[in-house]
């Protein structure tokens, strides 16, 4: 998925700084936590190293991601991949709401598509009850949430729709089945961070919060319905849903730093490592005399190309990249 936050581009620093400060290599069975997971791609990472993973996002769809990378191992059963792919098509949610064809005014997807997305989401919640186990049903919704991301008629990210089909969106929509990683089951969670820190422990942990005041549960807030299903009042000409209870206080300049400092205080990990660029709402001085109460403080860069939802001539942004700062720190 082409998320924003995505560290897919820093893997390599992201390893091989974890692995110069804490010594930690392959095959080492240590616990790894990833608190800001997104579309998971670091924890996935970290398990298929042989790590024993903790997950956590407050926003469901990643939760869902997380759920099957995760907690999933092989083998699982694929045979369903061709019953779901000839379903017929339903006029269900997305379609009533996020299709041009339904009068609802939003241009998601294409009508099919959208139709093609209901048949499938509302068959999998049938066989939840008793045809399928959790596990297959995560490996399903997960699939299903990153299949359906490649069909949509946005620039990226879900705050607006373009007015006309872009070609892309075009191509009629197939449900591809995601990878299983091998490697110890793991756990996710759907929880606020500042909360869940207090009831788990371990040796590594990672954390990628929003570096500035876009909340995610707006920019990916189609996905979110997908994701539950839960048919919900919808509002405005993008069609938001309630996610008043997924607000982050690390999208405010006016409570970020407070929850930081909670969150490294209650941390129960030796290593803790921050992602963060040079242009987010902490400043790098703040970010350093938080973590060095807590222990031994370092940090790390990296230049990267800055994640771009539309055409660079719609953008009025200077910089074509940014610094990205590992923060690194050794709690005592």
Known sequence: MNYIGSKYSLLDFLETTIADVTGYHNGDNYIFADLFSGTGIVGQTYKAKGCSVISNDIQ????????????????????????????????????????????????YFTNYNGKKC??????????????????????????????????????SVYGAFLKKIKKSAQKDFKLELLPVING???????????????????????????????????????????????????????????????????????????????????????????????EGLMSLDTIKDIMSQYGKYSFYTKEYKRFKADKETNRNIAASSTTEYLHCLIKQ
């Open 118 to 155: 209901d048949a499938i989401r509302i068959e999998l919640e049938c066989l939840k009850d008793n045809k399928i186990d959790s596990h297959t049903y995560y490996y399903y919704l997960a699939s299903l949430i990153n299949s359906i991301d490649k069909y949509a008629n946005t620039a």
């Open 184 to 278: 110890t089951a793991g756990k996710a969670y759907n929880q606020d961070i500042n909360r869940l820190i207090r009831d788990i422990k371990g040796d590594v942990l990672y954390l990628d919060p929003p570096y500035n005041s876009r909340q995610y549960c707006s920019n990916y807030h189609v996905l979110e319905t997908i994701a539950r299903y839960d048919n919900p009042v919808l509002s405005g000409k993008t069609g938001l849903r309630d996610s008043s209870d997924q607000k982050s206080l690390f999208c405010s300049k006016r409570t970020v730093c407070n929850a930081f400092d909670d969150l490294i205080r209650h941390s129960d990990f030796k290593y803790i490592f921050l992602s963060y660029n040079n």
């Open 60 to 107: 469901y769809y990643s939760y869902v991601l997380s759920k099957h990378y995760i907690e999933n191992t092989p083998e699982l059963n694929s045979e369903l991949l061709s019953y779901f792919n000839n379903l017929e098509p339903v006029e269900g949610f997305i379609y009533n709401n996020y299709c041009e064809g339904s009068g609802s005014g939003r241009n």
